[in-house]
DNA sequence: TCTGGGGTCCTCACCCTC
DNA sequence: TCTGGAGGGTGAGGACCC
């Protein structure tokens, strides 16, 4: 029996860039190259314009920057993302109960199930009547799908872009299939797709004719399995809303490798007590540790150990984070750290009771006057990016792409000038980063450097804005919170000037 | 100036128990 | 008592996705 194409594929057009591009207007129709902007950086999403110019995601950023110079290159500003995507959801959700969010930006939809659409005819209306719904929702456009099944869903989705909508007919999937490369299938990856090449397997064609038993010699068991189904045009994976989260970590990048093994110990103690703030907000405690460690030369290696029972106590991840850091030889430097809890369990009566164990025993453990051990550390000590104060290092760490060009160099090694009072650092603004002047109204950072910091003065909805220089420190210029892309009146706010 | 961050899934090796 | 195999748990690494 052949499925009606009543599931749907929803794909941004180039999201974190189209969101930028509609939030300020002075970027339409520009290169924008959206991602982390320190040394290590890498290119989240471009622009139509600057894919062009040969820059795509994962891309290193400074060989973005080497293809197309004169893009503007902007940090990511998640809060916005969210908040876009969210109103997207809600569309989707208007139309079916079983809608799968896979990122901010893509999502497969029942539209059977939602009594939406029932055959070809009706999900074309559908899917039309969607895309016209977002653009009129966040001004964005948005690449649909429609097919008998996820897999197919996805690829007509990715042959609609940008800004189309695509209908497989039933039947008709194997035809359309053949010619077009194994890559074209999730789950061909660079590896697969390299490996199948050597085979002389390049198309969907070839991997269908190659046959189930060579294919699973070829990429094992599971994978090869997958792939002969897929070749067939067979996937009968349901839309599935909820999905239960398996793990949950946190890594930085540093913009320079680290060779103190003190400042590393700071490092992953840190990483440990955000991996436990996320674990907590999701509502979870987890059994098995992870420490990663890539290194200088871009070797990555992971270590890992199982507790007892699941846990979600700072003190305890951050002990064993340190055990297995101990095992880990850091010679020569690392680059990357990464801390992450799997096994996870929703949060017990057992572990809570735990913790007030845990608790219980620190309390008592400061009534006695010990003091230091990080058991003894209250609760909020797991508040990411809290007041520095806890772990004693030279000051947070900075993540790639938290500085601009040129920014200042983080603080030297080991300077534990506890005490001692710092000298006021530098204000600092991102690239793309949102504002609010006293006098001049909403804008955005377009740059910053010795000392200055150049705003365009302009809001989504507004004719491009006009730019203008201050001092770093200028108290008139404040960080803001980003503007809605639809909808909002500019009442009372100062007109950008024409630029 | 090479190569982010947060995930999922799979495979393989090893150990232990039955 | 010894041996072999199945199967689960654990640890490590690789591939892939957005």
Request: hydrophobic share 40%; net charge negative.
């Amino acid at each position: 029996m052949r499925a009606a194409p009543t599931i749907l594929h929803l794909d941004m057009d180039a999201f974190y860039a189209s969101v930028e591009q509609a939030s300020k207007p002075s970027l339409r129709g520009k290169a924008v190259i959206v991602g982390g902007l320190g040394p290590r950086g890498v290119v989240a999403t471009a622009s139509y314009e600057a894919r062009r110019f040969g820059v795509h995601s994962a891309m290193p950023m400074a060989q973005a920057r080497r293809l197309c110079p004169n893009g503007a290159y902007l940090i990511p500003r998640f809060s916005l993302y969210r908040a876009v995507s969210d109103v997207v959801m809600a569309l989707l959700r208007q139309l079916s109960p079983l809608v799968e969010p896979l990122s901010l930006d893509e999502a497969f939809v029942d539209l059977e199930a939602g009594g939406t659409a029932f055959d070809a005819e009706s999900a074309l209306e559908t899917g039309q009547r969607l895309r016209a719904d977002i653009l009129a929702a966040t001004g964005l456009s948005a690449s649909v799908g429609l097919a008998g099944s996820k897999m197919l869903a996805k690829v007509a989705s990715e042959e609609a872009k940008p800004d189309g909508l695509l209908l497989i007919e039933p039947g008709t999937e194997r035809a359309l299939l053949a010619p077009m490369s194994v890559r074209t299938l999730p789950g061909v990856g660079p590896a697969t797709g390299e490996h199948l090449r050597r085979a002389g397997i390049t198309t969907v064609g070839d991997l269908a004719e190659a046959g189930e038993d060579e294919l699973v010699r070829m990429v094992g068991r599971a994978h090869g399995v997958g792939l002969y189904r897929m070749a067939l045009g067979l996937d009968d994976r349901a839309v599935v809303a909820e999905r239960d989260a398996k793990s949950v970590s946190v890594e930085d990048t540093f913009d320079v490798d680290l060779h103190d093994r003190v400042r590393i110990r700071n490092e992953v103690q840190r990483l440990a007590d955000r991996c436990v703030h996320r674990l907590r907000e999701s509502g979870h405690s987890g059994r098995t540790i992870v420490l990663k460690v890539r290194r200088y030369d871009f070797s990555t290696l992971t270590r890992s150990e199982t507790l007892r029972g699941p846990t979600d106590d700072p003190a305890v991840v951050r002990e064993a984070a340190a055990r297995l850091l101990e095992a880990v030889d850091t010679t020569g430097g690392v680059r990357l750290l990464g801390v992450g809890v799997t096994g996870l369990a929703d949060y017990t009566q057992e572990d809570l009771f735990a913790q007030s164990m845990a608790a219980e025993a620190a309390a008592e453990a400061a009534t006695a006057g010990g003091g230091g051990g990080p058991a003894a550390e209250p609760d909020g000590a797991a508040e990411a990016g809290g007041t520095g104060g806890a772990g004693g290092s030279g000051g947070p760490a900075e993540p790639t792409g938290s500085t601009g060009p040129g920014g200042p160099a983080e603080a030297p090694e080991g300077t534990g000038a506890a005490g001692e009072a710092e000298p006021a650092r530098e204000r600092r603004w991102a690239a793309g980063s949102d504002v609010q002047h006293a006098v001049y109204g909403p804008g955005w950072v377009q740059g910053s450097g010795v000392g200055r910091v150049t705003v365009r003065f302009e809001r989504p909805g507004s004719p491009p804005g006009r730019v203008r220089t201050f001092r770093v420190d200028d108290p008139e210029l404040e960080p803001s919170d980003p503007l809605p892309l639809v909808g909002e009146p500019a009442v009372g706010e100062p007109v950008p000037e024409e630029g």
